[in-house]
């Protein structure tokens, strides 16, 4: 059997076997699996992508990637681990699981230690590993509107822990299929880049953005972010603007603007959308712009973010718009957001209320004097609660409980001498 132990004066942690180095892994490092359904930049890929990073760089295991389907990060998990890309449809199939088999078992006599799985999409992998004896730490990050009972039951069933990113998502999920006792962790993920901004000139960035869409230099700037779905509510997002033009406010000329690319074919949600502002005089006013390799210049170079998601489990970019500085509203009920924003980081309105949404963001573009507030506790607040490094470091204590929970030794001056 093997254990984790770690070592104070040099950060370091080692998943170490107590056997002799099997003949198939000269380096007798321990194997850890990484689950994701996709390689895309979004949410929880890039969640799964840190916590590989994190355990490549403060464990010394052997860190490899299953994915059910590709996307632009694939090199990005390629310089953290080996990647097999599996590429086949998100459903059980006996393709699937020979795949799947054939991965695992590919060092003969040295299996997988735990397998982390991440995103209820990627399910049907897990299944498949689990299956293969490895024990599963699951990371859900979705609400269960979308999924059945059965899903979350199928989880809780061959995972050793589940963790969930907000209290708001473990209760909703608890509702949908009552939990066994001591499985579910509630651990809220941490700004997935410490350094997000921090070499942005936000003067520069807003003059970049407002020369980029051709907008006057006073333009007030409400930013939008994620897929172009109707989960992340870009109806939403557009009607809050279609409120504010039918009601002109003085001053200041208020546009939206929405980073991130997704189907734009006839009768997808954006086509309905677009078809909603062409007969509104917010059609000039609401920009979306696709997707952008670097995101920090439109959150540092626009004046609210606006998260109009209908189920958001608890979003990245939230954490984004906090480093940044912006004052954020989000809706009641939608998901964690809430939670992130407590303590006056951000406002909260009911879900869907256009109104008070609307109402806020002018009262923001004629008053910023108000929102200074706001930006130092969401500063504050994402720099001291939502570090990923301590984020990561959690997981990897799951990680140890998982794989050797009862035989968990402290740490003796003589690991540190052994470890220097």
Not at 70 to 86: I, N, Q
Not at 104 to 125: T, W, Y
Not at 268 to 279: A, G, N, T
Not at 301 to 308: E, K, Q, R
Request: glycine share 6%.
């Amino acid at each position: 059997m093997s254990m984790l132990s770690r070592f104070s004066n040099r950060g370091l942690r080692i998943f170490r076997s107590n056997s002799e180095k099997q003949a198939s892994n000269p380096s007798g490092k321990q194997r850890v699996l990484f689950v994701s359904h996709e390689a895309t930049r979004t949410g929880a890929p890039m969640i799964v992508l840190n916590i590989l990073k994190h355990f490549s760089q403060t464990c010394d295991v052997q860190c490899e990637t299953i994915l059910h389907n590709g996307g632009h990060l694939v090199g990005d998990f390629k310089k953290y681990s080996e990647v097999d890309c599996v590429n086949v449809p998100r459903k059980p199939s006996d393709e699937l699981k020979k795949k799947v088999q054939r991965w695992v078992a590919r060092e003969k006599g040295n299996p997988p230690v735990i397998a982390l799985c991440n995103s209820m999409e990627s399910r049907f992998i897990a299944e498949e590993v689990a299956d293969c004896g490895v024990k599963i730490l699951y990371l859900v990050h979705e609400l269960p509107s979308s999924y059945t009972e059965e899903d979350f039951q199928n989880v809780y069933r061959y995972s050793e822990k589940v963790v969930f990113p907000a209290h708001a998502v473990r209760e909703a999920a608890d509702a949908k299929a009552p939990m066994p006792t001591g499985k579910g962790v509630v651990l809220a993920q941490g700004l997935l880049n410490p350094e997000f901004g921090k070499g942005t000139n936000r003067e520069q960035a807003r003059l970049q953005i407002r020369k980029e869409l051709n907008l006057p230099e006073n333009a007030f700037v409400v930013l939008g972010c994620g897929t172009l779905d109707m989960r992340k509510g870009i109806d939403h997002f557009t009607n809050v603007a279609r409120r504010i033009c039918d009601q002109p406010t003085a001053g200041q000329p208020i546009h939206f603007i929405w980073v991130g690319e997704g189907p734009r074919w006839t009768h997808s949600p954006y086509h309905y959308v677009m078809l909603d502002l062409e007969r509104s005089p917010a059609k000039h006013r609401v920009h979306f712009l696709g997707e952008r390799a670097n995101v920090e210049p439109y959150f540092y170079g626009s004046d609210v973010f606006l998260m109009s998601s209908r189920v958001d489990p608890f979003p990245c970019v939230i954490h984004e718009a906090m480093a940044a500085g912006l004052p954020i509203i989000a809706f009641e009920k939608a998901g964690g957001a809430p939670e992130a924003l407590a303590g006056g980081a951000g406002a909260v309105v009911p879900y869907a209320d256009y109104e008070q949404t609307a109402a806020l963001i002018r009262m923001f573009s004629m008053q910023p004097e108000i929102t200074a507030g706001l930006r130092t506790k969401s500063i504050e607040r994402v720099h001291s609660r939502y570090r990923f490094s301590d984020y990561g470091d959690k997981i990897i204590d799951l990680a140890e409980s998982i794989t050797r929970s009862a035989l968990r030794r402290p740490r003796s001056s003589d690991d540190v001498s052994r470890a220097a």
